[in-house]
């Protein structure tokens, strides 16, 4: 079945620490997002990458990197300045020439030790 | 940012009820989406509607989009506890690198 796989889906990190979420998608789909969601919010932009090998800040960017180095991967890493990493990170992609839906992935559930 | 913001926040229904949600938006749109979110899943698409569209149905749901006050509205009816979730607006802006802005989303609760 394609799908997008996003692991861990908990994930503890320690001060000090970056840590890197994994999402794959086999749907051949050229763009690909990573969002952060906070309780009871909406989704905010991280990044997003349309292409391999190019990738654009979004909306709250600071304190995270991403690498598309693989047109079916897109992993996210939160770095240590990034000092409310606490949040439900969600990766999604899309045809990119489609102004059509994206595909969500089930998301990982990040928190402090 | 932010462009879409449902309303209500939160919403709580008995089943075979019909459930309304808001959406308003700011800025000129190609298309608008919703998005239902179970706890601690991942969001899937529900409907899309372009803005040359005015209402759209798939199955239980209907969508309504008002381009002239930016606003769009998603109606469930005859709604069933397993329609308990949250339901986000996704807006589509002309111009934009093909992203979505997502609202704030509704939390609809159907009682059995």
């Known amino acids: 079945d394609g799908g997008i796989t996003q692991s861990p889906k908990y994930l503890f990190r320690k001060e000090g620490q970056n840590v890197t979420l994994s999402c794959e998608q086999n749907l051949n789909h050229d763009a690909m997002y990573w969002y952060r969601q906070d309780p009871g919010q909406g989704l905010r932009l991280i990044y997003y990458?349309?292409?391999?090998?190019?990738?654009q800040k979004g909306d709250i960017a600071e304190g995270y990197s991403v690498s598309r180095e693989k047109k079916e991967s897109f992993p996210l890493t939160v770095t240590s300045a990034q000092k409310n990493p606490t949040a439900f990170y969600l990766c999604?992609?899309?045809?990119?020439?489609?102004?059509?839906?994206?595909?969500f992935g089930d998301g990982t559930r990040l928190s402090i030790l | 940012s932010q462009q879409g913001e449902e309303d209500p926040q939160a919403l709580s229904i008995q089943e075979g009820e019909n459930a309304t949600m808001n959406c308003s938006y700011k800025?000129?749109?190609?298309?608008l989406q919703w998005y239902r979110q179970n706890s601690g899943r991942g969001l899937v698409h529900l409907i899309l509607?372009?803005?040359?569209?005015r209402e759209k149905h798939s199955g239980r749901l209907r969508v309504t989009l008002d381009t002239s006050k930016k606003s769009s509205s998603l109606l469930i009816t005859a709604s069933r506890a397993a329609d308990t979730a949250s339901y986000f607006c996704a807006t589509d802006s002309s111009g934009s690198a093909r992203q979505l802005t997502f609202g704030s989303g509704t939390q609809l609760t159907v009682l059995p």
């Open positions: 509607i372009r803005s040359n569209e």
């Open positions: 999604a992609s899309k045809d990119s020439f489609q102004r059509g839906p994206q595909h």
């Open positions: 990458s349309q292409i391999v090998n190019d990738f």
């Open positions: 800025t000129s749109i190609n298309n």
